[in-house]
Protein backbone atom coordinates (compact mmCIF):
# COMPACT_ATOMS: atom_id res chain seq x y z
CA UNK A 1 0.00 0.00 0.00
CA UNK A 2 1.54 3.12 -1.33
CA UNK A 3 1.74 6.63 1.10
CA UNK A 4 -0.76 8.22 -0.93
CA UNK A 5 -3.38 5.79 -0.25
CA UNK A 6 -3.33 7.05 3.17
CA UNK A 7 -4.42 10.54 1.86
CA UNK A 8 -7.73 10.35 1.35
CA UNK A 9 -8.38 8.83 5.17
CA UNK A 10 -6.25 11.73 6.85
CA UNK A 11 -7.93 14.49 4.54
CA UNK A 12 -11.13 13.09 6.25
CA UNK A 13 -9.64 13.24 9.28
CA UNK A 14 -8.81 16.81 9.13
CA UNK A 15 -12.50 17.74 7.64
CA UNK A 16 -13.80 15.84 10.99
CA UNK A 17 -11.66 17.66 13.00
CA UNK A 18 -12.34 21.02 11.44
CA UNK A 19 -16.14 20.75 12.05
CA UNK A 20 -15.55 20.70 15.70
CA UNK A 21 -14.63 24.25 15.52
CA UNK A 22 -17.85 25.40 13.98
CA UNK A 23 -20.20 27.81 15.81
CA UNK A 24 -22.83 26.96 17.91
CA UNK A 25 -26.11 26.80 15.99
CA UNK A 26 -29.06 27.88 17.37
CA UNK A 27 -30.73 24.92 19.06
CA UNK A 28 -32.21 24.24 22.66
CA UNK A 29 -29.93 23.38 25.33
CA UNK A 30 -27.52 20.57 24.54
CA UNK A 31 -24.04 19.24 25.68
CA UNK A 32 -24.10 22.76 27.44
CA UNK A 33 -24.54 24.60 24.23
CA UNK A 34 -27.57 26.33 22.81
CA UNK A 35 -31.11 28.42 24.68
CA UNK A 36 -32.99 27.55 27.65
CA UNK A 37 -35.90 29.21 29.41
CA UNK A 38 -37.40 29.37 32.64
CA UNK A 39 -40.84 30.77 33.67
CA UNK A 40 -40.40 32.22 36.52
CA UNK A 41 -44.29 34.15 36.85
CA UNK A 42 -46.96 33.70 34.74
CA UNK A 43 -45.96 36.13 31.94
CA UNK A 44 -42.24 36.08 32.95
CA UNK A 45 -39.44 33.89 31.75
CA UNK A 46 -35.52 33.89 32.53
CA UNK A 47 -33.85 33.16 28.94
CA UNK A 48 -30.21 32.54 28.24
CA UNK A 49 -28.35 31.38 25.20
CA UNK A 50 -24.93 29.37 25.80
CA UNK A 51 -22.47 29.05 22.96
CA UNK A 52 -18.51 27.71 22.28
CA UNK A 53 -15.60 29.86 21.81
CA UNK A 54 -16.45 29.91 17.69
CA UNK A 55 -19.60 31.71 18.23
CA UNK A 56 -19.04 35.60 18.13
CA UNK A 57 -20.84 37.83 21.05
CA UNK A 58 -23.00 39.48 18.39
CA UNK A 59 -24.42 36.34 17.02
CA UNK A 60 -24.98 34.62 20.87
CA UNK A 61 -26.80 38.40 21.66
CA UNK A 62 -28.87 37.69 18.15
CA UNK A 63 -29.92 34.13 19.80
CA UNK A 64 -30.58 35.67 22.30
CA UNK A 65 -33.30 38.23 21.32
CA UNK A 66 -34.94 35.41 18.67
CA UNK A 67 -35.75 32.95 21.53
CA UNK A 68 -37.21 35.62 23.07
CA UNK A 69 -39.61 36.46 19.92
CA UNK A 70 -40.11 33.00 19.18
CA UNK A 71 -41.35 32.48 22.91
CA UNK A 72 -43.51 35.54 22.78
CA UNK A 73 -45.03 34.08 20.42
CA UNK A 74 -45.10 30.40 21.38
CA UNK A 75 -47.20 31.55 24.33
CA UNK A 76 -49.64 33.74 22.55
CA UNK A 77 -48.11 37.14 22.91
CA UNK A 78 -47.15 40.15 20.83
CA UNK A 79 -44.20 41.54 21.85
CA UNK A 80 -42.07 41.11 25.11
CA UNK A 81 -39.75 43.73 27.46
CA UNK A 82 -36.53 43.11 28.62
CA UNK A 83 -36.12 43.62 31.97
CA UNK A 84 -32.78 42.63 32.95
CA UNK A 85 -29.94 41.40 30.33
CA UNK A 86 -26.49 40.42 30.70
CA UNK A 87 -23.54 38.77 28.51
CA UNK A 88 -20.88 37.41 30.06
CA UNK A 89 -17.83 36.32 28.05
CA UNK A 90 -15.33 33.37 29.72
CA UNK A 91 -11.84 33.28 27.96
CA UNK A 92 -10.74 30.01 26.43
CA UNK A 93 -8.80 28.33 23.81
CA UNK A 94 -10.00 27.34 20.34
CA UNK A 95 -9.03 24.07 18.45
CA UNK A 96 -7.13 24.12 15.47
CA UNK A 97 -6.33 21.56 12.61
CA UNK A 98 -2.93 21.83 10.58
CA UNK A 99 -2.18 19.91 7.60
CA UNK A 100 0.97 19.33 5.65
CA UNK A 101 1.57 17.58 2.25
CA UNK A 102 5.64 16.45 2.11
CA UNK A 103 7.46 16.68 -0.49
CA UNK A 104 8.36 14.11 -3.43
CA UNK A 105 11.39 13.27 -5.41
CA UNK A 106 11.06 12.24 -9.13
CA UNK A 107 13.11 9.16 -10.43
CA UNK A 108 14.46 6.86 -8.18
CA UNK A 109 12.47 6.04 -4.86
CA UNK A 110 10.52 8.97 -3.24
CA UNK A 111 7.46 9.39 -1.52
CA UNK A 112 4.46 11.26 -0.74
CA UNK A 113 3.39 11.91 3.28
CA UNK A 114 0.89 14.05 4.79
CA UNK A 115 0.71 15.34 8.43
CA UNK A 116 -1.89 15.85 10.72
CA UNK A 117 -1.87 18.01 13.97
CA UNK A 118 -4.77 19.39 15.96
CA UNK A 119 -3.65 21.97 18.84
CA UNK A 120 -5.62 24.81 20.66
CA UNK A 121 -4.84 27.98 19.21
CA UNK A 122 -5.44 31.28 20.03
CA UNK A 123 -7.67 32.77 22.69
CA UNK A 124 -11.09 33.07 22.01
CA UNK A 125 -14.27 33.41 24.07
CA UNK A 126 -17.14 31.62 25.09
CA UNK A 127 -20.33 33.91 25.57
CA UNK A 128 -23.34 33.37 27.52
CA UNK A 129 -26.57 35.80 27.58
CA UNK A 130 -29.39 35.88 29.52
CA UNK A 131 -32.20 38.39 30.05
CA UNK A 132 -35.45 38.56 31.51
CA UNK A 133 -38.19 39.29 30.11
CA UNK A 134 -41.92 40.07 30.21
CA UNK A 135 -44.30 38.94 28.19
CA UNK A 136 -47.55 41.37 26.65
CA UNK A 137 -50.45 41.16 24.41
CA UNK A 138 -51.57 43.98 21.88
CA UNK A 139 -49.80 47.17 20.13
CA UNK A 140 -46.08 47.53 22.03
CA UNK A 141 -45.80 51.03 23.71
CA UNK A 142 -43.21 53.18 21.25
CA UNK A 143 -42.06 54.91 24.07
CA UNK A 144 -40.41 51.84 25.79
CA UNK A 145 -37.37 51.33 24.31
CA UNK A 146 -36.65 47.79 26.71
CA UNK A 147 -40.43 46.87 24.50
CA UNK A 148 -39.83 44.39 21.13
CA UNK A 149 -42.30 43.29 18.68
CA UNK A 150 -42.06 39.49 18.84
CA UNK A 151 -42.80 39.56 14.70
CA UNK A 152 -40.39 42.18 13.93
CA UNK A 153 -37.84 40.80 15.47
CA UNK A 154 -38.17 37.32 14.31
CA UNK A 155 -38.54 38.50 10.53
CA UNK A 156 -35.34 40.71 10.50
CA UNK A 157 -33.43 38.22 12.97
CA UNK A 158 -34.02 34.92 10.73
CA UNK A 159 -31.44 35.36 8.35
CA UNK A 160 -28.83 35.39 10.50
CA UNK A 161 -29.88 31.80 12.63
CA UNK A 162 -28.04 29.10 11.53
CA UNK A 163 -29.82 26.35 12.97
CA UNK A 164 -28.41 22.43 13.99
CA UNK A 165 -28.45 19.80 11.09
CA UNK A 166 -29.30 16.73 12.42
Not at 138 to 161: C, H, Q, V, W
Amino acid sequence: MSRLSFAVPAVLLVAVLAGCATATPYQPLAKGYGYAEQKLETDRYRISFSANSSTDHQTVQNYLLYRAAELTLERGHDYFVVVSSSTHGEAGRSPTVGVGLGGFRIGGSGGVGIGIGTSTGGDKTAYRAQAEILLRSGTKPPEDARAFEAREIKANLEDEIRRASF
